[in-house]
Structures are given as structure tokens and as C-alpha cells.
């Protein structure tokens, strides 16, 4: 019983400490939330993903109704 408290109070500990690293974001000083977002949007990069996203959801949606 003591071992299974440690263990589950090992793994909280961890994912504490996981989960306060992640959630510091790196954010420029003076750049709003909704700017980061639109930089993030109209990444070159990003967009090709959403492209393939698109393209690959299509694909299935097509081959799930048969056409």
C-alpha cells in the first residue's frame, strides 16, 4: 500500500513539473496574444500543413460517401 502512494505521488510530482514548464510560452514584449496568432497563421509552413490537412480530409470524406 505505502509503495502504491509513492508511486501515484512520484507520478503527480512529475506531471506537475511537466505541465509548469509547458506552460511558460515564450512571448515577445509588447506582442499581444491576437498578433501571435496571426503570425502563427500566416506562417509559410503552417499553411502548407493546413493544405495537406485539407486535401487529406477531402480525400477520405470522398472515399467515405464513395465518389
Partial sequence: MRNKILL???VAF???VLGSRAATVQ??????VRH???RM???????????KAVEK?????RKALGR
Avoid: C
Wanted: avoid cysteine.
Fill in 27 to 32: 512571448v515577445n514584449k509588447g506582442e499581444s
Fill in 8 to 10: 501515484i505521488v512520484g
Fill in 41 to 51: 497563421w500566416n506562417d509559410p509552413q503552417a499553411r502548407k500543413r493546413r493544405k
Fill in 14 to 16: 512529475v506531471a506537475y
Fill in 36 to 38: 501571435q496568432l496571426v
Fill in 57 to 61: 480530409a477531402s480525400k477520405k470524406a
